[in-house]
Nanobody
Framework: QLQESGGGSVQSGGSLKLSCAASGYTYRRYCMGWFRQAPGKEREGVAGIDSAGSTSYADSVKGRFTISQDNAKNTLYLQMNSLKPEDTAMYYC???????????????????????WGQGTQVTVSS
């Protein structure tokens, strides 16, 4: 089970840090990612990280967002800086044991290789 938190409303240029707490999902090798979906748009991958610590980012967030994990706390994070109105969306975390598919987190949908999803946390960025 995955539970996101940390969403909210900020002004353009602001920062937020999202958290995704994983319970009952403890595997030695895994891939986790952050996704977002704005109203009327497809879900898109934002950033991914695997159990070895390799990361990937969508071009739209490179240099602004940082994905990280705390294995001791079974928690995934997404630090979002220099937020823009176009970052407004519901943000979801997801996980899979298909580590070989991890680079597809920031590829095009569908994301059927993801095995478990959180409920999402809303991020709203005003101009």
């Amino acid at each position: 089970q995955l539970q996101e938190s940390g969403g909210g409303s900020v002004q353009s240029g602001g920062s937020l840090k999202l958290s995704c707490a994983a319970s009952g999902y403890t595997y030695r090798r895994y891939c986790m990612g952050w996704f977002r979906q704005a109203p009327g748009k497809e879900r898109e991958g934002v950033a991914g990280i695997d159990s070895a610590g390799s990361t990937s980012y969508a071009d739209s967030v490179k240099g602004r967002f940082t994905i990280s994990q705390d294995n001791a706390k079974n928690t995934l994070y997404l630090q979002m800086n220099s937020l823009k109105p176009e970052d407004t969306a519901m943000y979801y975390c997801a996980a899979t044991t298909w580590v070989a598919q991890c680079s597809r987190v920031v590829g095009n949908p569908p994301y059927r290789f993801l095995e478990v999803w959180g409920q999402g946390t809303q991020v709203t960025v005003s101009s």
